[in-house]
């Protein structure tokens, strides 16, 4: 017996929480995530290649490079799916050893190729037509997409291997699982739903080597990974909440409900890694050279409107964070509607380094003449602008769907009468700003109405923070006023005692301290 509890000692000191191990992945594939924008990375080699300073166009080089704004979608997309199925399979495990360790720093070693093999489509993939890109041949483009199809079939079968690990040892899944009756059920569910992306990414490679007369067919497959892969899950979804037996199924990867910790995790880690490319670009591009002739203080003026265009994205990027921390306040959990609006807000926040790399050297009259700065500046200011504003609405979006499913998602710390409206008046600053801002650019008087953007913004932030305190002063007025005046004029009586103790009675019921686990929601 004491052999037994020595072993068994030896054995649980070998064994860890997972908790810091899914937070140093959250962090790791928010980064990953992030970087697939750099691809899309606007160099200033690139106007002299597209003609010289007075030819270069940036509306013909913006639609020209449709398909590296497609890539980067489907980058940031395929690596925010990685991390929804990790958390998905921390959900089912509860604790790590050494090997599941080794294994998770594996996945994260393959998921960090995937803004890299993403790139290699955007430059290889066949029916790119560009003017500042030559096409290289077909087998190139196979390569790039079978290096594509590689990397997300490792990174499949290195989540199958985490999982399978897991479920060897009862100490390390969630302790639900250990007597569930279902166990041989879940393991078959889970495991095909993660077999889904290995096994396109087989055919994707497959179809490389032998479709020399249809080249486009592979890059059609290896797009669809990502879709396909989703819709099966989704149907899964629906077709086991349909089933009793397991309908309780301890995976996220099928209830697509995510977690709000790690949510919160990856968004934040998103957020960070663009504040930091603003500034890297600023730090990188626009330090003036100690050998030129003027001054340092001539340099820096004639760069004035790069430092506006930088506090200006910084400063918008942290409000949609501010917003959306606003947001995640009042929130206890999510529906799938709201992590697919949540990772669309991200991606289009991911974008933020690009436009502002677009705006800051189109301000740059240093580097730039009058002629080239005027139509190409505007048309940066209103990519900036439509970015930003599309990003908010998604913001908004998001809570209308709490909203709707106000019972499930949101917390009982929403107890003001207008804690919501509030709520919604601080989403609609940004949008309507950003609105307000591309319908400036449309005309002559305003040279740097870019920076109107942060000023409104952050001035409107402040008169709505400036408002919600002095209206709660006021409503805190009235009501001492309103127990002074009734204290003084009416007595307390037992039939008043009663009568309010049933109305406090009445309204605990009306507003329970916690929601139901099993409160029904809707698919949105």
Known sequence: MQQMDAELSVTRRHIFSGERLATFSDAVLSIIATFSVLPLKFNREIIEEGGGYRKFDLEVFLLDQWLRYLVYIYSFALVADVWYIHSGVFSIVENVNGGIIWLNLLLLFFASFVPYATGLISSYATGLISSYATSPGPDSEM?????????????????????????????????????????????????????????????????????????????????????????????????????????RLPSMIFRAVASKSRTEAFSDGVFAIVATLIVLDLTSEHIPDKDETIELHIALYKQRNVFFSYITTFVVTGLLWFVQYSMFHFLERFTPIMVVANTCTLLLVGGIPFAAEILSIFSDESFLTQAILGPNKVLSIRVFCVLVTLAGLLQLFFWCVAHYNKSFCMSTEIDKKYAEIQMFAKIMIIPITGILVYWGTFSKTFNDIYTILAIVCVLLFLLLKLAITLYSKCCNALKRSGRRSGGSSRVASPANCSINQSIMEDDKTALPLHPREDTHFKFV
Do not use: D
């Not at 199809?149 to 639900?176: D, E, K, M, T, Y």
């Open 143 to 247: 390569a790039a997409i079978i290096i594509c199809a590689g990397v997300i079939l490792l990174i499949g079968l290195n989540l199958i291997l985490i999982l399978g690990c897991a479920f060897r040892r009862q100490s390390l899944i969630h302790p639900h699982l250990v007597n569930n009756n279902n166990i041989r059920s879940i393991k078959a569910v889970v495991y095909i739903g993660l077999l889904i992306a290995p096994v396109l990414s087989v055919l994707t490679i497959g179809f490389s080597f032998l479709s020399h007369q249809a080249p486009w067919l592979p890059l059609l497959l290896f797009f669809s990974i990502l879709p396909v892969s989703l819709i099966v899950r989704l149907v899964m979804f629906v077709v086991l909440t349909s089933r009793k037996s397991i309908e």
